[in-house]
């Protein structure tokens, strides 16, 4: 399993689209640590103006931390569609260039070459928020340095203590590392019914969007679909940096992800098996 697995990463690293999520988050994260640098100190004021107004705050609130959490609410939203840019083609381009009868036709079993598939995929997942950690708060500690982080919510404001934090990003990306294997596998889950790649990535980021849509609507009858929706779960990370952890929802939210993996990989197992080669 793990020589098949070698040579998925070859494949995927061998494309020019693999390397477009690694260059849009390098380009977008050094954006916003030049606009923190430059403007930061305003921007943040103009954030904290109405709580100085009640209270003192004393101490560098413009430090790694804080640019790596708003770097994290920016692009862990975007990164999806990075993902299913690679894994959406992890099937349906091996359709596409015709090679997916030759590779079917190898002494190996389904199972196995879509599971090779799938842990090569996970690799490209881990590798791409490993890069997005480094140039984010790697780089965010180096240019501001560290301090306390200050969370601001619609109704209550957080403040984690700097010695208290580096377990949570880590925690955070976690979760995050999760979440995007729920979007590897509904895409692999697609691509196995395709013939070339764009069905399952364009389909890919449609389901995702509507299901935030549906997730952002306070309507009774979405209210009691919401549990169910994979992309309501995806955020938990957020709840990593509340000052008292809510383990039972941030478990309940893990324990729902990874349902969500096995069903969509079963699926894909399932149809992958009962696909036709000789059409």
Not at 96 to 111: E, F, V
Not at 139 to 164: E, H, P, R
Not at 176 to 195: D, H, I, R, T, Y
Request: aromatic residues 12%.
């Amino acid at each position: 399993m793990w020589a098949i697995t070698k040579i998925e990463l070859i494949k995927i690293f061998a494309k020019p689209r693999s390397y477009i999520g690694f260059v849009a988050i390098a380009i977008i994260v050094s954006m916003i640590h030049l606009a923190m640098y430059v403007d930061g100190i305003n921007y943040i004021q103009f954030i904290t103006n109405p709580i100085e107004a009640a209270f003192n705050i004393e101490g560098k609130i413009l430090n790694g931390n804080l640019v790596c959490f708003i770097i994290l609410q920016t692009l862990i939203i975007q990164i999806p569609l990075l993902v299913a840019l690679v894994t959406g083609d992890l099937i349906s381009g091996e359709a596409a260039m015709g090679t997916i009868r030759l590779l079917l036709t190898r002494p190996l079993s389904r199972g196995k070459i879509l599971f090779s598939k799938f842990f090569a995929g996970a690799a490209y997942v881990f590798v791409l928020l490993l890069w997005l950690g480094l140039t984010s708060l790697g780089i965010g500690l180096l240019i501001f340095g560290a301090g306390d982080l200050i969370v601001l919510k619609s109704d209550m404001i957080t403040i984690i203590q700097a010695d208290d934090i580096l377990w949570r990003f880590y925690a955070a990306l976690s979760i995050a590392f999760l979440s995007l294997l729920v979007v590897a596998s509904f895409s692999l889950l697609l691509s196995c019914f395709a013939e070339n790649s764009i069905g399952p990535i364009i389909s890919t980021m449609a389901v995702i969007i509507l299901f935030t849509i549906i997730g952002a609507m306070d309507i009774p009858l979405f209210d009691k679909i919401k549990p169910f929706l994979f992309t309501t779960h995806m955020v938990i990370w957020r709840n990593m940096f509340d000052q008292v952890l809510d383990v039972e929802l941030i478990r309940n939210s893990l324990l729902v992800l990874f349902a969500h993996v096995v069903l969509f990989m079963s699926g894909a197992w399932y149809f992958f098996n009962k696909k036709d080669i000789l059409s």
